[in-house]
């Protein structure tokens, strides 16, 4: 979200400029301008990271950014029944691979989600603590920027994978539950998810102040 | 020999039976179901039964090339039957016993338990009560194999021996089975026959590996379920959401327009009415059901919610019920100090059994005769409801048993109402054999449960540590209401299955007073393998450990103090369980402990120590030693299997998602993900049974091995955390 | 409905019937293999376990439109692999079922189980059977013969 300030039509051509800049995958460059301060991106970038955060912090994103050996499932987010289990490689153990029931396309028949290449997401991309509760923003925006746990993606990689991912994608198509029920989606749309990205991702992915657990 | 057909059908449940009870000398119940007529008069001058003579061709078959099949005459169902059964009859029989074959009986009247008087599986009774049937059968049918022999070799049969199948006589001559059958049928049945001395068994005792183990391993035993019949049908049913509810209207356009989809009508159900669907498969119903649209009226049904009971159950069990013991000294409690006292209320919630094999039945109405498959614990009763659904007498129903996925009770039931969904779905496609599928969620959601029950005690522990004064007051529904069982087993107000295993402990307590309520909400419920063991073991072995702990005594050394003298079986199994425990027991590791729990049911006494950690959240049970002391061990290979599963069923109990909860009259879980079996991490890890020696008659390990395990549990948990666990299931630890 | 070209134990099979009618019944219902068992429907319980290209899967919670040309193997078929067939001897050497309802699915999880791990840990057995529901409770007999069964494979 921009910060609303006194706009003239100068700083509106400005901003477009910049979202045409954007839109041509350059890097992110920061535009200045006589009354856009470096403190105004930081903080556009951390509203965005915010909308960022809400969607990853979704039950359809969030139950398989688990710090544990087991996924969730459903919007209460419970450990996932049959007591299937992470696994070396977050697809789960022979005889109970994720791929044991998910498949490539959602079972709505059925009630099993599924989509290209279903696995957990690694340890290191865990989003909440061993306690099953969720990062706060400010270490969840450390966890996802940092290139050691990340599988080494800057930010441009980023916004790749939150906009073009397919098993990412499933999030905004997830299917039917076993009640039948359509599954409840993130809070954003895709594309909005994938804009607050390409904003927070200008904005030099910048990170709330703050230490776990706030 | 050829297996008769048995034409005396006629001797069925009918409203004049009776049950007459009396108690056995080992302490349990002997239920013994004498029909009408010519018996009436015996019963009024209360002279013995006449002993019934079971005709051999019923239950051997021996072809001609040598392969013998043995009818087994109750359902098997996991419990080892279709095995046990078939050894006692081949060992007195002298069968080869690589030849034997066996088969799950039809239902008729030759197949009825001998002691009950009606076709079942349950109360842990079939070894038991055909012990002495089977080997009879076996002993005669060899005694008219030998006197064939001997007739043709002009020798005396004593003169004869017989060996795996085959007859030899004095000189030389040697006959087998299968060439003498025919000669051997048209022998005179004798009326007696001598048995072996047990030192003559060659099968019985011994670890006998199952005979349908290969089958069930390569998929090509069929189980009910499996049952395809050209020109078949499935049916589902669409059951009421509060039970006796009524349909008041069907819109079924969506549903008729699967394709598959044949017939949508309404049917009345043992409690309200349902919509059923028949199609070409179980997919295509299955799909139409739910795409039904039935509005449901509810107005005339109460609404059973899982708030309001405990409420209610919780009110009752602090005042009298209707008395079930009153021994001793009423007032002795109130005279005792309150520091002397212990107070005490469990809460135990509804059980859904959940087989794995999902119910289902077979039925093929063809005008003036049936066929039905059913894997039925109670083939005489679900027999005779199928008859009277279809205005057929039970002779003209042909009922055949198929093995089961198991039942636990589920398959057992006084109603038949699955077997009169299956009826009524027949009679409306005369001539096209339907079979009616329950989905999993039909079966969790449909009742018959383990009831609920609230216990209260109040105990009045004595200046020796031992329990002066003792009163129990029980809660919960009467399974045997309203059933023809109720007449012999419902007295004075108590459902003895209610109150079995507090009422009939063998721990000496004098002063003890106990009572129950049976309130009536608005949920069929149904005996869960052990019964009233469910709910009165943990109550009773739990508390002997809180006194064992307030009395500083080791928790086996102060059982063994308070048992009667005279439960011998129990105190056997105790000190054998305690011997063959004692090295591990003494030495555990940290943060592991041990529970203790030992209880009589079915005239089986059965010990355990399990040893316990907490791993995430959840109690780890690392092993079991159990010993049973059950009389006689007729396959221990199938004794073992029992109990070192049974003690994994048991652990139901214990399981977070192991209740079954109602809201506004709706039971709130629907499959597995919400009302939750063990899986193998919940089970122990390692079980090692002990068999009590003993050539005493054989008696239960079906549901004995399934109290003792979840008190023993919680009994080790309470010394890792200090909590005493009287609520289950156990949520959180 | 449409038509669907499956590899079943090996053969070519053809069937007719609608899109998203689950692996489990077209087994069991459109070609009459009825090792394959309906324990849940929601893939609680491992009962209805086949291998779909090697991978254990539970066939009632995957439409046969999704199957495609993957070779599926059943029960029916598994004593013909050299596992299966160790695996197989194992559970009756031991005695292992009861009602025997789960045991098509154990064995044939537990068949994966060992093709991948040949020589199992108490952990692994776990891990890999620990999502089949076996009612009767033969879980400690399942431990044992998948270890003799590893044991026979060395």
């Known amino acids: 979200m921009i910060r609303s300030r006194t706009t003239g039509p100068r700083s509106l051509i400005v901003v477009c400029a910049a979202f045409v800049v954007c839109l041509v995958a350059s890097p992110p460059q920061a535009e200045q301008s006589p009354a856009s301060p470096s403190a105004d991106r930081r903080s556009d970038g951390l509203a965005a990271w915010q909308q960022v955060y809400m969607v990853l912090t979704h039950q359809r994103c969030i139950n398989c950014h688990t710090a544990t050996n087991y996924p969730q499932q459903g919007d209460d987010r419970h450990r996932h029944f049959a007591n299937v289990v992470r696994g070396p490689e977050g697809r789960g153990v022979p005889g109970l691979h994720c791929a044991t029931c998910h498949q490539e396309a959602n079972a709505d028949s059925t009630g099993a989600p599924g989509s290209h290449n279903w696995h957990l997401a690694p340890l290191s991309m865990a989003w909440q603590d061993p306690h099953d509760q969720l990062l706060s923003s400010a270490e969840l925006c450390r966890v996802l920027t940092d290139r050691s746990k990340n599988h080494d993606m800057d930010g441009s990689a980023l916004l790749q994978h939150h906009a073009e991912d397919k098993l990412v994608g499933w999030a905004w198509e997830p299917g039917r539950g076993l009640n039948g029920l359509p599954r409840t989606l993130p809070p954003l749309s895709r594309p909005q998810f994938a804009d607050a990205t390409r904003r927070w991702v200008e904005a030099g992915t910048p990170c709330p102040p703050g230490q776990a657990g706030e | ?733 | 409905m449409a038509t669907y070209q499956l590899t079943i134990n090996g053969q070519r099979r053809e069937v007719m019937t609608d899109p998203s009618t689950p692996l489990l019944w077209v087994l069991r219902e459109d070609l009459k293999l009825t090792g394959t068992k309906y324990g849940c429907g929601v893939s609680a319980c491992g009962a209805c376990t086949v291998h779909v290209a090697g991978v254990a899967t539970r066939s009632c919670m995957v439409p046969v439109s999704m199957i495609g040309d993957r070779p599926v193997v059943t029960i029916e078929a598994i004593g013909q692999d050299p596992v299966g067939k160790v695996v197989q001897d194992a559970w009756v050497s031991h005695d292992v079922v009861q009602c025997g309802y789960c045991q098509s699915g154990q064995i044939m999880s537990a068949v994966v189980l060992l093709k991948h791990t040949p020589n199992p840990t108490d952990q692994n057995i776990e891990e890999s059977m620990g999502g089949n529901i076996c009612r009767c409770g033969t879980y400690p007999r399942i431990r044992q013969a998948i270890k003799a069964a590893a044991q026979h494979l060395q």
């Not at chain 2, 894997?375 to 057929?392: K, N, P």
């Not at chain 2, 009826?423 to 339907?434: D, F, N, S």
């Not at chain 2, 919960?476 to 059933?483: D, E, F, P, R, V």
């Not at chain 2, 950690?613 to 299997?641: D, F, Y």
Request: aromatic fraction near 6%.
């Open chain 2, 1 to 733: 020999m050829s297996a008769a057909s048995t034409a005396a059908n006629d001797l069925l449940l009918s409203r004049r039976t009776f049950l007459r009870v009396s108690a056995t000398a080992a302490g349990g119940l002997l239920v013994a179901l004498y029909l009408d007529g010519p018996v009436a008069a015996q019963e009024a001058s209360q002279a013995p039964p006449k002993p019934q003579i079971y005709p051999p061709d019923a239950f051997v078959n021996i072809r001609p090339d040598g392969t013998i099949v043995i009818q087994v005459n109750r359902l098997e169902f996991g419990q080892g039957v279709h095995t046990a059964l078939p050894m006692l009859l081949a060992d007195e029989m002298d069968a080869d016993w690589s030849q034997v074959i066996a088969e799950l009986a039809p239902a008729a009247d030759v197949y009825k338990d001998p002691r009950v008087g009606m076709q079942m599986v349950g109360g842990s009774g079939s070894i038991a009560h055909s012990f002495q049937q089977y080997r009879e059968l076996g002993a005669k049918t060899r005694a008219m194999l030998v006197a064939a022999a001997a007739a043709q070799w002009q020798v005396g049969p004593q003169q004869c021996r017989t060996e795996a199948s085959v007859v030899h006589g004095p000189s030389g001559q040697s006959a087998r089975y299968a060439a003498l059958a025919a000669a051997a049928a048209k022998q005179p049945v004798p009326a007696a026959v001598q048995l072996k001395d047990p030192a003559q068994f060659r099968l019985v005792g011994q670890a006998v590996r199952r005979l349908d183990s290969r089958p069930k391993c390569d998929g090509s035993l069929k189980f009910g379920l499996d049952l395809d019949l050209p020109g078949m049908m499935t049916a589902v049913v669409a059951h009421p959401p509060v039970f006796g509810a009524r349909v008041k209207s069907v819109d079924d356009k969506v549903a008729r327009s699967v394709e598959g989809v044949r017939e949508v009508f309404e049917i009345p159900l043992a409690h309200g009415t349902g919509v059923a669907i028949v199609a070409d498969k179980f997919w295509p119903a299955k799909q139409a059901r739910d795409r039904l649209q039935i509005d449901w009226d509810l107005s005339a049904v109460e609404r059973a919610d899982s708030a309001q009971l405990w409420a209610q159950y919780t009110a009752l069990a602090r005042t009298p019920g209707h008395v079930a013991v009153a021994r001793g000294d009423a007032q002795a409690l109130a005279g005792m100090a309150s520091g002397n006292r212990v107070v005490a209320e469990y809460h135990f919630p509804y059980l859904a059994h959940s087989p794995m094999e999902p119910l289902n039945t077979t039925v093929r109405f063809d005008g003036d005769r049936a066929e039905v498959w059913a894997g039925s614990q109670f083939q005489t009763v679900d027999q005779a409801a199928i008859a009277e659904v279809l205005g057929l007498q039970p002779a003209q129903v042909t009922f055949h048993t198929a093995m089961a996925g198991g039942g636990f009770g589920r398959r057992a039931t006084p109603d038949a109402h699955v077997q009169r969904e299956a009826a009524a779905i027949a009679k409306r496609l005369r001539g096209t054999p339907v079979k009616l599928v329950w989905t999993r969620e039909d079966d969790v959601q449909g009742g018959y449960y383990r009831p609920m029950h609230v216990h209260r005690i109040e105990i009045g522990i004595g200046p020796d540590s031992m329990p002066a004064a003792w009163h129990h007051v029980i809660v919960g529904q009467s399974i045997l209401g309203g059933t023809p069982f109720a007449a012999m087993l419902v007295k004075n107000g108590v459902d003895a299955t209610a109150v079995e295993g507090v009422a009939d402990t063998h721990y000496t307590i004098p002063n003890f007073h106990v009572s129950v309520h049976h309130p009536t909400p608005n949920v069929p419920v149904l005996w869960w393998r052990s019964v009233g063991h469910t709910h009165t073991a943990f109550v009773m072995e739990t508390l002997m450990d809180e006194l064992a702990a307030r009395a500083q005594m080791d928790p086996i050394a102060y059982r063994r103090k308070l048992l009667d003298p005279t439960a011998t079986k129990l105190r056997a199994a105790l000190d054998l369980m305690e011997a063959k425990s004692a090295a591990w027991r003494r030495k555990l590791p940290t943060q592991h402990a041990v529970g203790i729990a030992c209880h009589a049911s079915f005239d089986t006494g059965v010990a355990c120590a399990v040893e316990v950690s907490i791993e995430n959240k959840r109690p780890r049970i690392h092993q079991a030693t159990v010993a049973v002391a059950c009389g006689l061990a007729v396959n221990p290979l199938t004794i073992e299997s029992q109990f070192q599963a049974g003690v994994a069923f048991g652990v139901s109990q214990l399981m977070a998602k192991g209740a079954i909860t109602l809201t506004d009259g709706r039971v709130e879980q629907r499959n597995f993900d919400a009302y939750t079996p063990p899986y193998m991490i919940d089970a122990p890890v390692a079980v090692d049974v002990h068999i009590v020696p003993s050539t005493e008659p054989p008696s239960g390990c079906g549901e004995p091995p399934v109290p003792v395990i979840a008190p023993a549990v919680v009994n080790a948990l309470a010394q890792l955390t200090g909590t005493r666990y009287r609520s289950l299931p156990l949520v959180a630890i």
